[in-house]
């Protein structure tokens, strides 16, 4: 693949709201490992879509995006003062507390079927994830980022239990909370979009390992993930 890994590599894949991001950074507490969240990577984009109008509610300019996704220098900065403390910069500008609204959500959602642009953000990922032991998490970590990826996850949950937990994300951010349905319709439209895209849609990669989080607390399943890596990489 180009770079060598320095430690091991673990993927952690699925759709919005089945608790990848909160398990993947306790997953990364416990084991020690570096959290890397490669939404937060579209999401930037997205953002800057809508922003320059390169991307509107339904429509993207690809060739524009892909420019965009290619020239902008994007890192993850880790700011213990501030929450969350890992922190996403464009062009050293913290773009971190503007880029989970259900606008930027979509926006990210219609750059990232662009193969361009997840051709010019492809490089970026692989490096944050061979830097050390690292935890990545997104829609194609475990296919197409580290196919090698030491130990694979992908989370599942039903929709309306998903659109349960991103509602109350909304409203514990303090934004206008949209509906129930509002959510459950946008979580279905972007399911929809994320894998029937050409390249690199989400789908479980074949030796990836299946959690369906649906009826499990948070605990229930980082302990669980905890237990399969331990013993995948013979860690005590
Ligand atoms: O994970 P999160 O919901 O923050 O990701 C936002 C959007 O970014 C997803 O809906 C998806 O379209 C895109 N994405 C992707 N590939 C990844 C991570 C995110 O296409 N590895």
Redesign the pocket.
């Known amino acids: 693949m180009g770079i060598p890994k320095l430690g091991p590599v673990i993927a952690i894949?699925g759709?919005?709201g089945t608790g990848?991001?909160s398990a993947t950074r306790h997953l990364a507490d416990v084991l020690g490992f570096i959290h890397v969240?490669?939404?937060?990577?579209?999401?930037a984009v997205?953002y800057l879509s809508l922003e320059r109008g390169i991307a509107t509610s339904d429509r993207v300019d690809s060739v524009r995006a892909a420019d965009l996704a290619r020239s902008v220098h994007l890192e993850f900065r880790r700011i213990p003062q501030k929450n969350p403390a890992n922190r996403i910069f464009a062009d050293g500008r913290d773009l971190t507390d503007f880029?989970?609204t259900p606008e930027v959500?979509m926006a990210?959602?219609?750059v990232?079927?662009c193969a361009e642009v997840?051709a010019a953000l492809l490089g970026l990922?692989r490096r944050l994830g061979c830097v050390g032991k690292t935890i990545?998490?997104?829609?194609?970590?475990g296919t197409v980022?580290f196919p090698d990826a030491d130990v694979k996850f992908f989370l599942t949950a039903t929709v309306d239990e998903r659109a349960k937990r991103r509602l109350v994300e909304l409203e514990a951010s303090g934004t206008d909370s949209p509906s129930f349905e509002d959510v459950k319709a946008q979580i279905v439209a972007?399911d929809h979009?994320?894998s029937t895209?050409a390249v690199?849609p989400?789908k479980k990669a074949e030796d990836a390992v299946s959690i369906d989080t649906s009826t499990m607390t948070l605990d229930q399943v980082v302990k669980l993930m905890e237990s399969i890596v331990r013993s995948r990489l013979g860690l005590s």
């Not at 969240?37 to 999401?43: F, M, S």
């Not at 990545?136 to 970590?141: A, Q, S, T, V």
Request: aromatic share 2%.
């Open positions: 894949d759709p919005a990848k991001s969240d490669t939404g937060a990577i579209y999401r997205g880029i989970r959500s990210s959602s219609r990232s079927a997840r990922q990545l998490e997104g829609r194609d970590i980022v972007r979009g994320d895209r690199a989400l």
